[in-house]
């Protein structure tokens, strides 16, 4: 079998080009390009009307966090051992305070946490 000749082409005519689009179909590239810079520009706004906090804030909220955890958890251990000494009960008052003095600093970090 022989290949077929293949049909002349123009000289002015490469394989690669190709006629372009009609007005319509243009269309819908730009409205996409022009409503992703509508919600670049709305990022950009509410970027600049609420800034992300500083790190010497950050730092500050979770020295903060560690402070509303460890204080509970401290004045129920030392009251629990105030408390046995008084009483002659050994350790089971500062165990049973201590924990729910951690319950009680987890509960209002996690307070905290939904306030801020």
Known sequence: MTPL???PRSPSASPSASPPPPEDAREPTRDRTEEAARR??????AGRAD?????????????????????????????????????GGGITLAAALLVIGAALGFWLALRWIRDQ
């Open 40 to 45: 670049a520009e709305a990022r950009d706004r």
């Open 51 to 87: 800034p992300e906090p500083s790190l010497a804030r950050r730092f500050g909220q979770i020295g903060i966090l560690g402070w509303i955890i460890v204080l509970p958890t401290l004045g129920g251990t030392v009251l629990g051992h105030w408390l046995d000494l008084r009483l």
């Open 5 to 7: 000749p293949s049909p």
